[in-house]
């Protein structure tokens, strides 16, 4: 951990401790309790990042479709190291064209959203959106997918339950996270750069880590008009940085829709309507499913016309 992250985190931790004491104490385990206005802008000012770095961006495959045009791009991240994404465009239509960010989840890769079926309906919900007129920008997050190479080319593991084995993982799972969130921030200025697409209708669909990304990207990000978080983790919330709820005053009255599992072991019914007290209830949906992390495929349906009618 930096000094900086060290710092970051002290200062949260005590603002957090400050507001349950005032507070009486009196909180339920399943709300986390809201951060003073200093705390939030802190977090916000954590995600801060030098705009003038060259992007250096660039084009490096391009694929055409039946119905799209795929190219794989390359930018310099926040860190100096190169990041790999997917743009897909609608051959049909005119544009430039509104776009959707995806964010797939811990040990997965962008790839998860380019296949059929598998644990989160990734092609199903890609195609969706593209068939409803928008582009799709897909990235690796941190020492995933093409970035295996920054973890020694070890795939990373689960985040260490208590006594577990060590894990073959150079960046902590606050690391890969915090650092996913602005690398996602560059991707945006890199999409600033293309006259095909409108980067005043942009949006997201984040699952897992990812839903936790769409809570944290769309509230330290003016750029994003409307998200869907799904099966958003508040199981790592014993760190402010981690927490969903610290995030969500930033969205303000932005739309997010939320899919959450009833039984999901990272965010159960009860944590995630502890979670949606936190959103703008004129703005915001909360939509439970009768499954665990593995929502059914019923929410693609219902987040492809979230977002179209928003964006």
């Not at 930096?2 to 949260?12: G, R």
Request: some cysteine.
């Amino acid at each position: 951990m930096n000094l900086m992250d060290f710092n970051m985190t002290l200062f949260l931790r005590v603002a957090l401790l400050l507001s349950v004491l005032l507070s009486g104490g009196a909180q339920s385990q399943s709300l986390s309790v809201p951060l003073s206005p200093e705390a939030r802008n802190l977090l916000q000012a954590f995600y801060d990042y030098e705009p003038q770095i060259p992007l250096e961006a660039r084009v490096v495959e391009r694929k055409e479709e039946r119905t799209s045009v795929r190219e794989k791009v390359i930018f310099r991240g926040v860190r100096g190291a190169l990041v790999p994404g997917y743009l897909e465009l609608p051959q049909s239509g005119e544009g430039p064209f509104p776009c959707v960010l995806l964010m797939h989840g811990w040990s997965g890769a962008k790839d998860r959203w380019w296949r059929d079926g598998g644990y989160i309906h990734g092609g199903e919900t890609r195609k969706a959106l593209l068939e409803a007129g928008f582009a799709v920008f897909a990235l690796d997050a941190q020492a995933h997918g093409d970035r295996i190479a920054e973890n020694d080319y070890a795939v990373v593991n689960d985040y260490n339950p208590p006594g577990a084995p060590p894990r073959k993982n150079y960046f902590t799972l606050r690391d890969i996270i915090t650092q996913t969130i602005r690398d996602y921030r560059r991707g945006i200025d890199y999409l600033e750069t293309r006259p095909d697409i409108d980067v005043k209708r942009l949006g997201i669909v984040g699952y897992s880590m990812g839903g936790f990304h769409a809570v944290s990207l769309t509230s330290v990000e003016p750029r994003i008009k409307a998200a869907v978080g799904c099966v958003v983790p508040v199981s790592w919330r014993e760190d402010p940085i981690l927490d969903p709820a610290n995030y969500v005053a930033g969205i303000g009255e932005r739309p997010f829709l939320l899919l959450q599992g009833k039984t999901d072991g990272l965010c159960n019914e009860e944590q995630a309507k502890a979670l949606y007290t936190h959103f703008n209830p004129e703005s915001a949906r909360l939509i439970l499913y009768d499954s665990g992390h593995k929502l059914p495929a019923a929410w693609v349906a219902d987040a492809t016309p979230w977002l179209t009618e928003r964006l």
